[in-house]
T-cell receptor, first 112, second 110 residues
Framework: KAGVTQTPRYLIKTRGQQVTLSCSPISGHRSVSWYQQTPGQGLQFLFEYFSETQRNKGNFPGRFSGRQFSNSRSEMNVSTLELGDSALYLC???????????FGPGTRLTVT | GQNIDQPTEMTATEGAIVQINCTYQTSGFNGLFWYQQHAGEAPTFLSYNVLDGLEEKGRFSSFLSRSKGYSYLLLKELQMKDSASYLCAVRDPGDYKLSFGAGTTVTVRA
């Protein structure tokens, strides 16, 4: 069974731009969660989608948004990029809330 | 909210045993997870505890005491490839989201 895939793997953007990251979950998994990982803050929860609905949201500004499609694929968008948004963005999928999460390889975003 | 503590770093010798402790103070609890993350890679799932006691999976074991807000991950017969960061995460019963500790970097030396 194929694992969680994320595209692109690496991205360099300029302050003020916006970016869209994509995540394809493991087949059959309906829950997709997004995390931001930085050396200083560790893994921080961004949001979770289940059956196209956002169920949970972390403490991030409104510049961070996401959505999930009917095939469970998810996208995350960050608008008006700031230098502090440079991080590894990880997507994780699971069968549902009572199950373990499986992480994708991440998208390394660098904002200059 | 969740407050999760684990040591920052640990060093051990190949073939030895290392125990990584995790303590948590949470407003609720719905399971504790351990993940392994090698440098530059994504976290990979190791274990899940929701009831008190020990869960064993090969060289790795995880223990939970809900009354003490405490868990540990035991790595036996350490191998060089076990050098990685180990993340403890607690699931909230209300919204089911995971809160992660800062991670423990384990270095295995020959």
């Amino acid at each position: 069974k194929a694992g969680v895939t994320q595209t692109p793997r690496y991205l360099i953007k300029t302050r003020g731009q916006q970016v869209t990251l994509s995540c394809s979950p493991i087949s059959g998994h309906r829950s997709v969660s997004w995390y931001q990982q930085t050396p200083g803050q560790g893994l921080q929860f961004l949001f979770e989608y289940f059956s196209e609905t956002q169920r949970n949201k972390g403490n991030f500004p409104g510049r961070f948004s996401g959505r999930q499609f009917s095939n469970s694929r998810s996208e995350m968008n960050v608008s008006t990029l700031e230098l502090g948004d440079s991080a590894l963005y990880l997507c994780a999928s699971s069968k549902g809330t009572s199950y373990e999460q499986y992480f994708g390889p991440g998208t390394r975003l660098t904002v200059t | 909210g969740q407050n999760i503590d684990q040591p920052t770093e640990m060093t051990a010798t190949e073939g030895a045993i290392v125990q990584i402790n995790c303590t948590y103070q949470t407003s609720g609890f719905n399971g504790l997870f351990w993940y392994q993350q090698h440098a530059g890679e994504a976290p990979t799932f190791l274990s899940y505890n929701v009831l008190d006691g020990l869960e064993e999976k090969g060289r790795f074991s995880s223990f939970l005491s809900r009354s003490k807000g405490y868990s540990y991950l035991l790595l036996k017969e350490l191998q060089m490839k076990d050098s990685a960061s180990y993340l403890c995460a607690v699931r909230d019963p209300g919204d089911y989201k995971l809160s992660f500790g800062a991670g423990t970097t384990v270095t295995v030396r020959a």
